[in-house]
């Protein structure tokens, strides 16, 4: 499966950029009051860790890397570890390049997720509520000081495999990405300073509460 196919891949794409800001803090955020708080210019970058699930692994595959937007208006992930791999969004199409071999590219009408995650992810960094909610039911959670932010696919074509994506932030600071596939474990990117609270840490179950950061919906 490569970076462009896997769901968690997709999702991370979808709000992995996004690096913290001042925010003032204050109770019931709502999802307009989240938008605005991690809407970003373009260019942004963040690193990243994710952790990969799969029946097929015997433990969980972890992934190390960094997210960018560039001001043209590509979105790019680079794995730097274990292997290395670049995943680009533009023109309509993603394009996956690792060394040694042809770029592969991937036009993204022929896949509704990578679509949902372009306009999605567009959405969020522009903090255009209107664009999400097309492609999202959008219902947050918490406070400003930890809230999350969930979002359900409109499209019946994506919600056979994506049931949900959950966001989870404090203040101006996206920091985890967790998303729920239709079938098997939900699969969770940390950015920004969850990333680098992660910095040896292994064990799924302290990810996961890294990634949840003590938020309540």
């Not at 560039?70 to 292997?83: C, F, K, N, S």
């Not at 000081?145 to 359900?152: G, K």
């Not at 203040?171 to 939900?186: D, I, M, Q």
Request: with cysteine.
């Amino acid at each position: 499966m490569t970076a462009a196919t896997h769901p968690c891949l997709r999702l991370a794409l979808l709000a992995g950029l996004l690096a913290p800001a001042c925010a003032p803090a204050s109770t019931g955020p709502g999802a307009d009051w989240i938008l605005q708080a991690v809407a970003r210019p373009a260019p942004s970058r963040t690193v990243f860790v994710e952790l990969r699930e799969s029946p097929m692994l015997k433990q969980p595959l972890r992934l190390q890397g960094e997210y960018r937007r560039e001001t043209d208006g590509r979105l790019v992930r680079q794995v730097h570890a274990p292997y290395a791999e670049t995943t680009t969004l533009a023109a309509g199409e993603a394009v996956v390049e690792r060394a040694g071999r042809a770029p592969r590219r991937i036009a993204l009408s022929q896949v509704p997720e990578l679509m949902a995650v372009q306009a999605g992810f567009g959405a969020l960094l522009a903090g255009d509520r209107e664009l999400l909610r097309t492609t999202y039911e959008v219902e947050a959670g918490g406070t400003r000081e930890q809230w999350t932010l969930r979002l359900v696919p409109r499209d019946p074509r994506l919600a056979r495999s994506l049931a949900r994506i959950d966001l989870y932030g404090r203040g101006a600071e996206l920091r985890c990405v967790e998303s729920h596939p239709a079938k098997g474990p939900p699969q969770r990117t940390l950015m920004a300073g969850a990333a680098a609270a992660a910095d040896g840490v292994a064990e799924p179950a302290a990810l996961a509460a890294l990634c949840h950061g003590g938020a309540s919906r």
